[in-house]
C-alpha cells in the first residue's frame, strides 16, 4: 500500500469547502470528545484511530492545539495508560490531567438495547416475538451489560472559555447539546463555530449555533481498518 503525504490526502479526500473554511481561519483550537468520537463508529460503519485524525489536523498549520478528552479505564490500567500515551505521542493534548477514571453503568436489557423504536415497528409480530424471546433469556441469565461513561462537558466548557483569548475559530469534535451554552458565550465573542459530527450524532441546538459543519466521514482520511483493541474502553488491548 502506497503511503501518500497528508496534504495529498487532504486534497483529493477532503470536501473543498472543509479545506476552505479551515484554512480561511487564523488561529484554531480543536477538542475532540473521544469517547462521544466513538459511538460515532456505529454510524459510520468503519473504526477511526485517534492518532491519524491528530497527525492529519496538525497538517493545517492554523489549526494552533488539539486537545483530545478521555478516560482512564480502572479495569484495565496499563492497556489503558499506554492508549493514553498514544494519544499525547501524537502531539495532541491530553485533557484532564491526570485522566478521570471512566464509571461503568448497567444497562437495561430490553428492546431499546438493540434497537431504535423506529427499526421495531418495520417488524412482523413473528420477529418481534422472537426478539422478545432473546429479550427475556438474557434477562433470566443473569448477564450483566455495562457500558463506559466518562463525561467531559464541564472540562471541554471551561477550556474553550480560557482559550478564548488565543483563538479566533473552535472545532469541536462532539454532539452534545450540553456544550451550546459556552459556545453561545463564544459565539457572542466573535469566534467562530465548527462542528464535526456524524448523521444522526449531533444536537439540533448546535447545528444552529455552527458557522460550519463538517462531516466526520468525509473529512477523516486516515486507516478505518482496525482490530478490536482500538477502543480499550471495551476490553481491548492499546
Not at 441546538?205 to 473529512?219: Q, S, T, V
Request: with cysteine.
Amino acid at each position: 500500500m502506497i503511503d501518500f503525504p497528508q496534504g495529498v490526502l487532504n486534497k483529493f479526500i477532503v470536501r473543498k469547502d472543509y479545506l476552505d473554511w479551515i484554512n480561511n481561519e487564523t488561529s484554531i483550537f480543536a477538542y475532540l470528545d473521544l469517547t462521544n468520537m466513538f459511538h460515532w463508529q456505529d454510524v459510520l460503519g468503519w473504526r477511526f484511530r485517534i492518532e491519524d485524525m491528530i497527525g492529519q489536523l496538525f497538517t493545517f498549520p492554523n489549526i494552533k492545539e488539539v486537545k483530545v478528552y478521555y478516560g482512564l479505564n480502572p479495569r484495565d490500567r496499563n492497556n489503558s495508560r499506554a492508549f493514553l500515551n498514544r494519544i499525547k505521542k501524537a502531539g495532541a493534548t491530553l485533557r484532564p490531567n491526570p485522566p478521570k477514571e471512566m464509571k461503568f453503568i448497567k444497562k437495561d436489557i430490553d428492546e431499546g438495547l438493540f434497537f431504535q423504536r423506529r427499526t421495531m415497528t418495520l417488524f412482523d409480530r413473528q420477529v418481534k416475538d422472537k426478539i422478545h424471546e432473546l429479550i427475556e433469556w438474557l434477562q433470566n441469565s443473569g448477564i450483566i451489560i455495562e457500558e463506559p461513561k466518562c463525561n467531559f462537558d464541564v472540562e471541554i466548557t471551561m477550556d474553550m472559555l480560557d482559550d478564548a483569548e488565543k483563538i479566533t475559530t473552535i472545532m469541536l469534535f462532539s454532539g452534545d447539546s450540553d456544550l451550546l451554552k459556552p459556545l453561545e458565550r463564544l459565539k457572542v465573542k466573535g469566534k467562530k463555530i465548527g462542528i464535526v459530527g456524524v448523521r444522526g450524532r449531533v444536537a439540533g441546538e448546535l447545528h444552529g449555533i455552527k458557522d460550519k459543519y463538517i462531516d466526520f466521514g468525509k473529512f477523516y482520511t486516515g486507516k478505518r481498518n482496525y482490530i478490536e483493541s482500538e477502543n480499550p474502553a471495551f476490553d481491548g488491548t492499546a
